[in-house]
């Protein structure tokens, strides 16, 4: 498993921006994928946005544009730089790793995830 903690949420207005940071520890081997997910109240989970080793990143349609998702193999970190927030966005949002080594169907390491709020 890989141990992932979240950090940079908090309440924004509307137009805003914030940025979410995602530190992975605590494991063995190389990890594939990173990826941001949320979900809202009432809401089942969803996928943001998400990058590979290689950098290959790919992103929901409800974010393209003013969301950007960024990795730091060396320090193995995730970031998503959040512009133009809209209150739909408010979400818990959820860092997601996933290692080469994980075996077929494994969905993956999550951290406790951090609280965005969007609202005027």
């Known amino acids: 498993q890989v141990q992932l903690v979240e950090s940079g949420g908090g309440l924004v207005q509307p137009g805003g921006s914030l940025r979410l940071s995602c530190v992975a520890s605590?494991?063995?081997?190389?990890?594939?994928?990173m990826t941001w997910y949320r979900q809202g109240a009432g809401k089942e989970r969803e996928l943001v946005a998400g990058?590979?080793?290689?950098?290959?990143?790919h992103y929901s349609d409800s974010v393209k544009g003013r969301f950007t998702v960024s990795r730091d193999n060396a320090k193995n970190t995730l970031s998503l730089q959040m512009n133009s927030l809209k209150p739909e966005d408010t979400a818990v949002y959820y860092c997601?790793?996933?290692?080469?080594?994980?075996?077929?169907?494994?969905?993956?390491?999550w951290g406790q995830g951090t609280q965005v709020i969007v609202s005027s």
């Open positions: 997601n790793a996933l290692r080469y080594s994980d075996p077929y169907g494994y969905p993956g390491s």
């Open positions: 605590g494991f063995s081997g190389n990890i594939y994928s």
């Open positions: 990058v590979t080793e290689g950098g290959t990143t």
